[in-house]
């Protein structure tokens, strides 16, 4: 009797020990979302409160960058154009919490035949000047950090110069500071900056076989990095073809926990994360792609999770108390009626605090997710992309 009191207990632990995978009570019907034109050309955009501050890479006579701040009324608030004279391009932006905006991506510098004004607001002690003629223009070799503030004034360029081009893919900006990913010579970087442009040594997170697709920093200095590897990291070897990571990295830029997400013989991926650890990514078996979301722990213990049949990279995010999850999908979705579709297309699901589904959401015509973004004035909002290209902003809510 001891021996099966023991057993029992054992399969009790470890049943709840494991995150279990929920499927909705009852059949909910796929409802119908709200599809709008940007109201300006864009190539992404983020949120501020009651604005959706949008941003894009135009051509001039160089290459600028154009941010355009829109109120709830869809009324245009204000517009920025970053044109130093010397070509800048934007990958990625955020916001900190006292609102704020922040770009990241890369920079040239102007080369000078003769003494001219310097540029104020520039992080710049090599003491480079600016001036529209005559110019020659280098490569995009300087990492370029932008600040901008709520009303639409450029505060500040901080430039960190580098021997290559960098490819920053991600953002995250608190009151601690700034933490930027990208890709250098081929392999994932972490850099870390002050308020005031202060740049942390770069930090290599492997080789070009891993992949940092979300960034998220913490008030207390440290960041939280998203994505996924085929090689050993940290001490942790490979366990499938490829595995999700989520790692954790110091102030000082060391790497102090990462855990690997993985699957016999499968290629997993986180694509998404945010910073109340709610992520999402693909899982491909075979000939079999799922998309899976997980809500993890501050120590990366997963709590719920759930997969769906579906393919490319799928984007979560989390607000008000409930998550939601956009993905591309080709086929019905077991417990959700009115969704049978002929092609590809996207889908939004909605989860409330335990992982249980509350509701989904059809667009259609559009296909890829490209961006969820979520507050409290103006819940969700979505970017996506049709089979021909454009891009069009999405909402949960039917006109």
């Given at each position: ?7 029992l207990?054992?399969?009790v ?90 770009l990241?991506?890369?920079a ?10 310097p540029?104020?607001?520039?992080d ?215 969704w ?32 969820l ?27």
């Amino acid at each position: 009797m001891k021996r099966f009191l023991a057993l029992l207990l054992s399969i009790v632990v470890a049943f709840w020990a494991t995150p279990q995978s929920l499927a909705a009570p009852k059949a909910i019907t796929a409802g119908l979302g709200s599809i709008y034109t940007p109201p300006v050309d864009a190539d992404n955009f983020l949120l501020s409160g009651k604005s959706v501050i949008y941003y894009a890479n135009v051509e001039s006579e160089t290459a600028d960058i154009l941010v355009t701040s829109f109120d709830f009324t869809n009324t245009r608030s204000w517009q920025l154009k970053i044109d130093s004279g010397a070509d800048e391009v934007v990958s990625s932006a955020s916001t900190d919490p006292v609102g704020n905006i922040w770009l990241v991506g890369s920079a040239s510098l102007l080369t000078q035949s003769e003494t001219t004004t310097p540029n104020t607001g520039v992080d710049n002690p090599d003491g480079v000047t600016e001036d529209p003629s005559p110019a020659l223009r280098s490569d995009m070799n300087q990492l370029a950090l932008w600040k901008i503030s709520q009303k639409g004034e450029l505060l500040a360029t901080y430039l960190l110069p580098q021997k290559s081009v960098p490819l920053t893919t991600g953002v995250s900006a608190k009151n601690s500071g700034i933490s930027i990913t990208g890709i250098l010579e081929s392999k994932p970087f972490l850099v870390t900056a002050t308020n005031t442009g202060v740049f942390s040594k770069i930090t290599f997170l492997g080789s070009s076989k891993t992949e940092i697709n979300s960034v998220i920093r913490s008030e207390d200095g440290t960041t939280s990095l998203y994505g996924s590897s085929a090689e050993t990291l940290a001490g942790k070897k490979l366990m499938g073809k490829r595995d999700g990571i989520l790692m954790k990295v110091s102030k000082t830029g060391a790497i102090t926990s990462l855990v690997r997400s993985s699957a016999n013989g499968a290629s997993r991926g986180w694509t998404s994360g945010d910073s109340s650890n709610l992520l999402s990514g693909y899982v491909l078996t075979g000939a079999k792609s799922e998309i899976a979301i997980t809500k993890f722990t501050s120590t990366f213990a997963p709590t719920w999770t759930t997969r769906y049949a579906g393919i490319g990279a799928p984007i979560s995010i989390s607000g008000g108390g409930f998550s939601y999850l956009a993905f591309t999908s080709k086929s019905t979705i077991t417990g959700i009626n009115g969704w049978k579709p002929n092609e590809a297309g996207l889908i939004v699901l909605t989860f409330n605090g335990k992982g249980a589904l509350q509701a989904a959401t059809s667009l259609p015509g559009l296909l890829t997710p490209l961006n969820l973004a979520y507050s409290r004035d103006r819940g969700v909002l979505g970017l996506a992309s049709s089979a021909d290209g454009s891009v069009s902003i999405f909402t949960l809510v039917a006109r």
